[in-house]
């Protein structure tokens, strides 16, 4: 068996060798290297692999690192985005202000006897048949109970019913415990005029007790009569419906208020003015 084997080697080798030979001679006749062309033949799928892998890691690399930059990039433009909301509601905040003023100013050129203190809005409590603001201005600006508060406009918002060292209470014309002398400006006729919580109007006022006769349209102004707390001619609201009360003797309107009060920002508490 051993003799078997070893002749087989042997031949193989000079199979082998003579293989050579003659790819020697026919490289050397031909100029082709055949040997190399049949290990290219070997490797060229094994390269192809190699690269396609290497190409595949690659995308995956630049895919990776294009994701953080632009997750970066997407973070930077949300904070710029943010800040220049900021800044667009500050500047719509500002020309608010600025109008505010604006008309303050006309409606001080007109009532050269108003002394008033701005203050600004801080809290809100609407329940039942009541409706008040909490405002951050207090005694330490001279602010009493008893002082009308109103807009820039000369709307009436309502009267401080308490006040603290550096915040008040306004209750709000909306309030229907709160009654105020009222007039229709374009004829004459008076009123009393309060919140409509109880008449099922909680976002209008109900101007009651005038004459049968009164005559009253749409979009007519109401301003107060005068007071010791109210100045003669603050806007109230206007009417947009009106009838006769229980009795069929009296007339009443419904109004809408000219103050918005939902949407106030700042208020103006009017701490003197020339009663005579």
């Known amino acids: 068996m051993r003799h078997f084997f070893s002749t087989r080697i042997k031949v193989v080798l000079v199979v082998a060798v003579l293989l050579a030979l003659v790819l020697t001679v026919v490289c050397s006749l031909t100029g082709k290297n055949y040997p190399a062309m049949a290990v290219q033949t070997v490797l060229m799928p094994l390269r192809a692999g190699a690269n396609a892998l290497t190409n595949q890691i690659e995308r995956v690399y630049d895919y990776v690192f294009r994701y953080e930059a632009l ?78 508060a ?82 003669r001619n603050l806007i109230l609201g206007y009417v947009v419906d009106a009838g006769f009360d229980d009795t069929g003797v009296a007339k009443y309107a419904v109004l809408k208020p000219a103050a918005d009060i939902e949407n106030l920002e700042q208020i103006f508490i009017l701490t003197a003015y020339d009663k005579n």
């Open 71 to 148: 997750e970066a990039e997407n973070a930077a433009l949300k904070e710029e985005v943010a800040r220049l909301q900021e800044d667009a509601r500050d500047v719509d905040s500002m020309a608010r202000e600025i109008d505010r003023y604006r008309a303050l100013l006309e409606l001080m050129d007109a009532n050269e006897d108003y002394e008033l203190v701005d203050g600004y809005i801080i809290a809100r409590s609407t329940n039942d048949w009541t409706s008040t603001i909490t405002v951050n201005r207090g005694t330490s600006s001279g602010i009493e109970v008893g002082m009308c």
């Open 150 to 231: 109103i807009t820039a406009h000369g709307e009436v918002v309502g009267i401080v019913v308490e006040a603290g060292r550096n915040y008040c209470v306004v209750k709000t014309v909306l309030d229907s415990s709160l009654e105020i002398s009222a007039t229709i400006a374009s004829t004459g006729f008076s009123g009393m005029v309060s919140g409509g919580y109880t008449n099922d109007h909680a976002d209008m006022l109900w101007m009651k007790y005038l004459p049968s006769g009164a005559i009253l349209r749409n979009n007519d102004q109401v301003v107060t009569s005068g007071s010791t707390v109210y100045p």
